[in-house]
């Protein structure tokens, strides 16, 4: 299987950055779409982001897009989720995701990271 470890959330004012950074490992032998969701206070958890296991192609949820750039590391270990221009409406829980796919879906992702928070103040 693949284990996923999120970092790098936390407080930041609104207008500021913060990059989030999904370690994966294990039997990732296959090729892995990687994603990012989140989940605030009382909503869904909804899609923010996602690349394929080549990192030729990104997908962006409407509401980051133009401010949030997902990618992956060289040796594709690692997914970054770079968010900036933040809101508040950004603040949630945000996951990082694996799924077995050869093109980037939005949903259905099997491995889930323990997630981390991002809160963003006014």
């Known amino acids: 299987q693949v284990q996923l470890v999120e970092s790098g959330g936390g407080l930041v004012q609104a207008g500021g950055s913060l990059r989030l950074s999904c370690a994966a490992s294990?039997?990732?032998?296959?090729?892995?779409?990687m994603g990012w969701f989140r989940q605030a206070p009382a909503k869904e958890r909804e899609f923010v982001a996602a690349i394929s296991w080549s990192g030729g192609r990104s997908i962006y949820a409407d509401s980051v897009k133009g401010r949030f750039t997902i990618s992956r590391a060289n040796t594709k270990n690692t997914v970054y989720l770079q968010m900036n221009s933040l809101k508040p409406e950004d603040t949630a829980f945000y996951y990082c995701a694996a799924r077995y796919s050869d093109v980037v879906p939005t949903a259905g992702y099997d491995y889930w990271g323990q997630g981390t928070q991002v809160t963003v103040s006014s």
């Open positions: 294990g039997r990732t032998f296959r090729s892995y779409a």
